[in-house]
C-alpha cells in the first residue's frame, strides 16, 4: 500500500479512505474539500491529516 501526502494529491471529495492522523493514527475518513477532512467514528472534522491511502479491495471468497 502507498500513502499519500496530501500536498502531492487527493482523494476524490467524499471517497472513503486511509487516514493518518498524528493524534489518532490510522483511521478511515474522507476528504470534504477546501483541505478538510472528517475521520469516521471520531466526532470531529480535521484539516491535520498527514497522509492518505486508497482502501484495500474486498476479500475474494474462493469457488
Given at each position: 500500500?502507498?500513502?499519500?501526502?496530501?500536498?502531492?494529491?487527493?482523494?476524490?471529495?467524499?471517497?472513503?479512505?486511509?487516514?493518518?492522523?498524528?493524534?489518532?493514527?490510522?483511521?478511515?475518513?474522507?476528504?470534504?474539500?477546501?483541505?478538510?477532512?472528517?475521520?469516521?467514528?471520531l466526532g470531529?472534522?480535521?484539516?491535520?491529516?498527514?497522509?492518505?491511502?486508497?482502501?484495500?479491495?474486498l476479500p475474494?471468497?474462493?469457488?
Amino acid at each position: 500500500m502507498k500513502w499519500i501526502r496530501p500536498q502531492d494529491e487527493l482523494p476524490r471529495r467524499y471517497e472513503r479512505v486511509l487516514l493518518y492522523i498524528e493524534e489518532y493514527g490510522i483511521v478511515t475518513g474522507c476528504y470534504n474539500g477546501n483541505g478538510v477532512w472528517t475521520p469516521d467514528n471520531l466526532g470531529i472534522v480535521d484539516e491535520t491529516a498527514s497522509y492518505w491511502a486508497p482502501l484495500p479491495p474486498l476479500p475474494k471468497e474462493d469457488d
